[in-house]
């Protein structure tokens, strides 16, 4: 089971990039991903979640109305849409596998997903 990050980079306040979290070596569809971010000297955060159907979709407050979360099981990949980039969105982003699987309602519990990727950065300045 393994999850690969990429799509970061440097952009501007206001800038958008799109992140990509890649599953080998099992099937995506069974199992909520999500999005998780960790700044320097900072705790690991929830940022966003899709159940394994798509159907449900979970956000944290402070990236509300500016993420969008998707996921592509054909292509056994989830996308972070990331717009109106800010500053204090800069972090290392890591995408990560629901240890339950078949979950209605997904969450953004950092303690519910197994981690494993080396993440991607995100920094956001001017």
């Known amino acids: 089971l393994q999850l690969v990050e990429s799509g970061g980079g440097l952009v501007q306040p206001g800038g958008s990039l799109r992140l990509s979290c890649a599953a080998s070596?099992?099937?995506?569809?069974?199992?909520?991903i999500g999005w998780f971010r960790q700044a320097p000297g900072k705790e690991r955060e929830g940022v966003s979640c899709?159940?394994?159907?798509?159907?449900?979709?979970n956000y944290a407050d402070s990236v509300k109305g500016r993420f969008t979360i998707s996921r592509d099981n054909d292509k056994n990949t989830v996308y972070l849409q990331m717009n109106n980039l800010k500053p204090e969105d800069t972090a290392v982003y890591y995408c990560?596998?629901?240890?339950?699987?078949?979950?209605?309602?997904?969450?953004?519990?950092?303690?519910?997903?197994?981690?494993g990727g080396q993440g991607t950065t995100v920094t956001v300045s001017s």
């Open positions: 070596g099992f099937t995506l569809g069974s199992n909520s």
């Open positions: 990560a596998a629901d240890r339950l699987l078949f979950v209605t309602f997904c969450t953004i519990d950092p303690g519910r997903y197994e981690f």
């Open positions: 899709i159940s394994g159907l798509g159907r449900s979709t």
